[in-house]
Each structure stands twice: as structure tokens, then as C-alpha cells.
């Protein structure tokens, strides 16, 4: 009889989120798809039907399954997979430590602890399941109940390290350094420029074995980063992608060009034009004085243009609903059919997959990593809108793909944080990670949560369904935005009906009665809208009360407070995209 194989490898969010930037990111979601890849091709190897995920998609989840031939033993397989893996780690592990030790051999207590924290991090775990009878519906789930069994019961080992720790995860202890700290463990080892440039080392940055990893990764795996390299090499390029599209490509090579191999794209931002900036990034201070004369040439073309140099960008996290119930066919008419609804539904997240990779491309964004069912990426603000909405557009119908139980259809969350280019990374995404939990448990499922952190400290965060009835809000918000931007509307409306509503909100009893605060924010809406509108009020009396109705719609369906943040949103991404590109373009 054959089996089902359930495979994974892990930690993912708790190492995806150790990164201080962009490429870090990227490179540990490069790592973990990387990982699967080899431990799917070493099960085909042995004949295995890989059932999820689809193989010929850039990025793999980090876990597969596949149903094992007749005449095999599943658990030597098993092992075999893992001991694949685990031979990769320490083989891309031993690339890296040649490169960070340069022309000398690694000292053998730096190469004991440095493979050491690779061995006891990565958490690989894979079940069998024999069907009997062919049955591949209760191997399947028998499988699945083991799996998260072992799950539940996570097992770990002491983790004795005292010492400096790596600057990257926070975890281990650093291993290497560029400039030498205190409390560093002995068999740390500093690591020149001419051995790795600061592109994987920066000046006061200690790192772990894990850390290494993660930066050095495109020296020993090719691809990695290659999205991430010169033009979007950091957050700043995100936030910027529209703007430097928009302005003459000549103007924008020569100012690049002033600064050689050491140019970072903060440096478009006048705050980072200083002094102490080009010691720290070793670059010569004759530069100074051209840089500022040419960057203030960009920014006036830029003007002339309607473009802006905005400081913000935004993370997006988006997860299919129910996935788990979806993949055990707990949704099928006939369960029996599980195995040939899990091939279809593998190859259409594969063909959602493929079409996200060739959309998500500057200046819309960049993608960090898509398996089909989830997606990471970073988002240009003047794209952002307009990206949310074709992203949810395409999302695949699972219904489509056989007979499932009555009223059931596929949906998919989002939590999106917009964040300035110098927010710590981890802690951005940690922000967009739980927008989306927000979206799941306080909009009900197929439903975004937007939420914006300030350079100041203010965080504003709304939460809707994709559809409310006949309104769909983020195509009101790209509306209200794109009235904002061409100064059809004044923004002060939006600012006294959040001034003057939050404080009719009582601290502690809650808000006043439902109807009263509707009948409230009614005439409230009206009157200010029709202050702030400059147009002509008579002849657009429909237009404004138009508007002024599909806000009142998107009020109703929720908590005061969440409307308020919507509308202050709205304003915020008016001050920061392009006078001429809107966000619902």
C-alpha cells in the first residue's frame, strides 16, 4: 500500500520578522521556499506524487504533501527528506563561513557554535500515513492529526549562549562583527570590508550564524535578492518607486552615479545628506556638497512634475480564510474526492501565484513572496489601492473547482501597515501580521485591515469587508483620496468631524445611542462636507450628497471609531502620493 507524507520545515514567522531590512526579508523567505524545494525534489526522487503545493511556482509554502509509491518504506523516506535538508543547511551554512573568514580557514570553536545555532534552529517535522486500501481521504487526515500533535508537543533544546547577541534576531550570540562591542562571546571573529562589503555587514552590526546567513545569501544561492538589489534595495525604494518612475531617468542615474557602489536609496532624502551619514557609509565628504546641489535639482523637477518624495510605504499580508478546512475537504459534497480537489486547487494557486509574480513589479511594489494562498509584499502608497483591489479581484474560487457543500465560496484577509521608511522593519511587520489577525477575527473574514503608523507615534487602523453590501470601501477611499489630491474637497471636514465626534464619545460608558449618534453624524457630515467642498454647491448638490451617502453607508458598518480612522487615512494618503497618480490608479 502507498502513504501520504506531510512534510514541514520551520519556524516562518518568527524568522521572517528577524530582518532590519528589505533584502533580509526577502532572503529568508528565499531560504524557507529554497528548503522545501529540495525536500519535495528529494521525495519525487523516490516516485512521490506531490499533491501541494504546485512545484513550478517561484515561491513553495514550507511544507508539502505527497502520496508515496507502493514497496517503499515511508518512514526511511521520511528521513531521507529531512537528512536532505538538514545537508543543505549545513552546506549553504559552510559556503557563507568561508566567505565571512576570507582567504584563512574558519577557527574550529567558530565553526563548532556557528553550525551549532544553524542545526538547533531550523524545526523540521514530516508524518506518514499508511492507506489502506488505498484510501487517501483517512491517511490524509490521520496525518494531519499527528502532524499537529507533534506540533502541540514542540520540542526544543536548552539554549546555553552568554554573551553580545546578534543584531539581526536577538536570539543567538553574534559571531561576527564589523566594529568590535562589548560583551562579544570569544570565538567571535571581526570581519574586514575587503572579505564582505557593508552591503552584508554594516558598520556596529554583530551577527549570528543565522543572521550571516540571511545577508550572504545571494553569494551562495544564485537569485536571492536579485528583486531587492540596486533599485530596490531598502524601504526607502519602495516608497520612492512612482516618484523616480515619473521623473527623467538621466537626472536620477547621474545623482546615483555621485556616490558609486555605496549608494542607498535614503540618500534621496535630504535628512540623510550629512556629515556623519557619509563617514558611517564610507563616502568621501567632496561628495557632499554635489549630492545636495543635485538632489535639489530632483526634488524641483519633481514639483514641476506633481510628484513627491514621500517617507512612507506599506507591508502587505494577505491569507486565504479557511485554508486548513478548504485543503481537508471539509467543504466538499463528497469527501471522497479529496485528493483530485487538492491537485486542482494546487495548480490554480499555482496559476494565482504566477499571475501575482508578473503584477506585483515596480512601481506598484515589490513582491517578497507568494505560495499561492498567502502573500507578502511591499506596496508603493500610489499603487496601493488599486493593488489591494486587483489582488482580491483575482483570488481564485475554489467553489469552481468541484461540488462543495451549499453557500460555501473561498475568501481571502488582509492587514496592511503603512509605516515611514525608518520604522524598525520587524516591528512593521509585526504590525501588518496582526492587522490581518484583525481582519480575520473583527471583520468577519474577506475583509482588510488598514492601518497607518505615524513618524509622530499616531496609529490609525480601520477594518471592513471587502464588500459592504453594494460598497465596496477602498474604491470610496481611492474616490474620497483622489478628491482630496485635486483640492475638490478640503480635508478640514475630516478633521472637525474627528475632533468634534471623538469627543462626544464618552471614555467609559461607550458611545451614545445608536440612532441618536447616526441622526448626529448626519447633519455633522452634511453641513461640514458642504463647508469644505470647492467647488460650486448648488450645481454639485448630487455629487455631495452622493458622497455623503456612501460614507454614511460605510458607517454603518461599524464602530464610530473605525470610521473616523478610515477618514483619517483617506487624509494621510493625500498628503503622500503623487498630485497626478492618485491611489486608484
Request: glycine share 8%; proline share 4%.
Amino acid at each position: 500500500m502507498g502513504a501520504v507524507l506531510i512534510f514541514t520545515v520551520g519556524p516562518v514567522q518568527s524568522f521572517l520578522v528577524q530582518a532590519r531590512k528589505a533584502r533580509d526579508l526577502s532572503a529568508g523567505s528565499r531560504l524557507l521556499s529554497h528548503l522545501c524545494r529540495v525536500a519535495a525534489d528529494a521525495a519525487t526522487g523516490y516516485g512521490a506524487d506531490i499533491i501541494f503545493p504546485y512545484l513550478k511556482n517561484p515561491s513553495l509554502p514550507n511544507r508539502f504533501v505527497a502520496v508515496l509509491p507502493e514497496g517503499l518504506q515511508p518512514a526511511v523516506i521520511g528521513s531521507v527528506v529531512e537528512e536532505a535538508v538538514r545537508g543543505e543547511v549545513r552546506r549553504l551554512g559552510g559556503l557563507v563561513l568561508n566567505r565571512a573568514c576570507g582567504a584563512s580557514p574558519p577557527d574550529p570553536v567558530l565553526k563548532q557554535a556557528f553550525f551549532r545555532q544553524l542545526e538547533t534552529f531550523f524545526e523540521i517535522c514530516w508524518v506518514v500515513a499508511g492507506m489502506e486500501d488505498g484510501d487517501y481521504l483517512k491517511a490524509y487526515l490521520r496525518a494531519e492529526a499527528h502532524l499537529e500533535a507533534i506540533k502541540t508537543c514542540r520540542a526544543f533544546g536548552p539554549l546555553n549562549e552568554k554573551g553580545r547577541k546578534c543584531s539581526l534576531s536577538g536570539e543567538h550570540n553574534a559571531l561576527f562583527f564589523r566594529q568590535r562591542r562589548a560583551y562579544l562571546c570569544p570565538e567571535a571573529q571581526e570581519v574586514a570590508e575587503k572579505v564582505l562589503s557593508r552591503r552584508y555587514l554594516a558598520e556596529g552590526e554583530c551577527l549570528g550564524a543565522l543572521g550571516m546567513l540571511k545577508r550572504c545569501l545571494d553569494l551562495v544561492l544564485p537569485g536571492t535578492a536579485t528583486a531587492f538589489r540596486s533599485t530596490a534595495a531598502s524601504t526607502a525604494a519602495v516608497a520612492l518607486m512612482a516618484t523616480l518612475d515619473g521623473l527623467p531617468r538621466e537626472m536620477v542615474e547621474n545623482y546615483r552615479e555621485l556616490f558609486g557602489d555605496r549608494f542607498d536609496d535614503h540618500f534621496y532624502y535630504e535628512e540623510n545628506l550629512t556629515p556623519r551619514t557619509f563617514e558611517r557609509e564610507g563616502i568621501p565628504l567632496d561628495v557632499l556638497g554635489k549630492a545636495r546641489e543635485t538632489r535639489a535639482e530632483l526634488e524641483e523637477e519633481a514639483e514641476k512634475k506633481g510628484l513627491r518624495f514621500t517617507r512612507y510605504y506599506a507591508v502587505l499580508c494577505m491569507d486565504a480564510d479557511n485554508m486548513g478546512k478548504w485543503v481537508r475537504g471539509n467543504f466538499l459534497e463528497n469527501p471522497e474526492e479529496l485528493r483530485a480537489f487538492q491537485k486542482a486547487l494546487t495548480q490554480t494557486l499555482g496559476r494565482y501565484a504566477d499571475w501575482v509574480h508578473k503584477y506585483l513589479v515596480p512601481p506598484r511594489g515589490r513582491l517578497v513572496y507568494c505560495g499561492g494562498d498567502d502573500v507578502l509584499a511591499f506596496l508603493n502608497l500610489n499603487h496601493l489601492l488599486s493593488v489591494l483591489e486587483e489582488l482580491r479581484r483575482q483570488f481564485p474560487a475554489y467553489e469552481e473547482l468541484g461540488p462543495v457543500k451549499s453557500g460555501q465560496h473561498s475568501s481571502t484577509s488582509c492587514g496592511i501597515c503603512i509605516a515611514h521608511y525608518k520604522e524598525p522593519l520587524s516591528e512593521v511587520l509585526s504590525r501588518a501580521r496582526h492587522a490581518e489577525r484583525e481582519a480575520k477575527e473583527r471583520g468577519g473574514r474577506d475583509a482588510f485591515a488598514l492601518v497607518v503608523l505615524k513618524r509622530s507615534g499616531e496609529i490609525h487602523q480601520a477594518v471592513y469587508r471587502w464588500t459592504c453590501g453594494q460598497l465596496r470601501p477602498l474604491v470610496l477611499l481611492a474616490r474620497l483620496v483622489r478628491l482630496l489630491v485635486e483640492e475638490k474637497v478640503s480635508d478640514r471636514f475630516i478633521r472637525h468631524l474627528s475632533g468634534e465626534f471623538r469627543y462626544l464619545k464618552p471614555p467609559e460608558s461607550g458611545s451614545v445611542a445608536p440612532a441618536s449618534e447616526e441622526e448626529i453624524l448626519r447633519a455633522g457630515l452634511n453641513r461640514l462636507l458642504r463647508r469644505a467642498w470647492q467647488g460650486k454647491v448648488k450645481e454639485e448638490e448630487t455629487a455631495i450628497s452622493e458622497l455623503a451617502g456612501e460614507l454614511l453607508t460605510l458607517y454603518a458598518q461599524g464602530a464610530l471609531e473605525n470610521f473616523l480612522s478610515y477618514l483619517e487615512i483617506a487624509a494621510f494618503l493625500a498628503r503622500e502620493v503623487n498630485s497626478n497618480l492618485a491611489p486608484g490608479d
